[in-house]
């Protein structure tokens, strides 16, 4: 079972020096012109964020009352766990109305790859499978997530706990989740060239 700590996960400079991220999470792994990247960033300050072309970004409050961002002149205001959409390529901008948030944020390369976010109220009678194109991420409350063995001659199933911003990676068979709280499912499908 791959399981993404967010705790272990180093913080890192924005691209333009505006703030800090921790990526979770990205393919291939490290680069600068990746396919796809899930980050958490905190957002302390107004200002700029970074130009990334040829990139389609989905933004989500998972941390504070109200992020109001900037597109091309055009104000959006983003409330909790309510996903926006917007190009990579767009000046854009945020300020903090209601004070600081923290925010998931999802970007694909254009053409490449198309991300979902999807906010889901656990349940510990009905598991949240996590599909092999998929990560969940626990945005708060109390999560178990099982995995049966690949092998069906062997009956293990593991299972670990997600503490609070960590992150599971889907296979085959789909890991589930169960508790209580609050998880963003996140699919990355890829597109045909």
Same mark, same amino acid.
């Given at each position: 079972?791959?399981?993404? /700590?967010?705790?272990?996960?180093?913080?890192?400079?924005?691209?333009?020096?505006?703030?800090?991220?921790r990526?979770?999470?990205? &393919?291939? %792994?490290?680069?600068a #012109? =990746?396919?796809?990247?899930? &980050?958490? !960033? #905190?957002?302390?300050? *107004?200002?700029? =964020?970074?130009?990334? $072309?040829?990139?389609?970004?989905?933004?989500?409050?998972?941390?504070?009352?109200?992020? %109001?961002?900037?597109?091309?002149? %055009?104000?959006?205001?983003?409330?909790?766990?309510?996903?926006? @959409?917007?190009?990579? #390529? &767009? +000046?854009?901008? +945020?300020?903090?109305? !209601?004070g600081?948030?923290?925010?998931?944020?999802?970007? !694909?390369?254009?053409? &490449?790859?198309?991300?979902?976010?999807?906010?889901?109220?656990?349940?510990?009678?009905? +598991?949240?499978?996590?599909?092999?194109?998929?990560?969940?991420?626990?945005?708060?409350?109390?999560a178990? %997530?099982?995995? +049966?063995?690949v092998? !069906?001659?062997?009956?293990?199933?593991?299972s670990?706990?997600?503490?609070k =911003?960590?992150?599971? @990676?889907g296979?085959?068979?789909?890991?589930?989740?169960?508790? /209580?709280? =609050?998880? $963003?499912?996140?699919?990355?499908?890829?597109?045909? *060239?």
């Open positions: 079972m791959d399981i993404i /700590r967010y705790h272990e996960i180093p913080t890192t400079p924005w691209r333009n020096g505006g703030g800090r991220t990526e979770l999470v990205s &393919s291939p %792994v490290g680069a #012109d =990746f396919d796809w990247r899930i &980050s958490i !960033a #905190d957002v302390t300050e *107004a200002g700029d =964020f970074s130009v990334y $072309a040829g990139v389609e970004r989905l933004l989500t409050v998972i941390e504070g009352e109200l992020l %109001v961002v900037t597109v091309d002149g %055009v104000e959006h205001p983003m409330e909790k766990y309510r996903p926006f @959409r917007f190009s990579g #390529d &767009s +000046a854009s901008s +945020a300020a903090l109305p !209601a600081d948030t923290t925010d998931l944020n999802v970007m !694909a390369r254009r053409g &490449s790859f198309k991300a979902y976010i999807s906010i889901v109220e656990l349940s510990k009678r009905r +598991a949240q499978p996590v599909f092999h194109d998929q990560f969940a991420l626990l945005l708060q409350g109390s178990v %997530v099982t995995s +049966a063995a092998d !069906a001659s062997q009956a293990e199933v593991d670990a706990e997600l503490r =911003f960590d992150a599971v @990676r296979h085959d068979p789909a890991p589930e989740v169960l508790g /209580r709280g =609050f998880l $963003a499912v996140i699919t990355l499908e890829a597109q045909s *060239a």
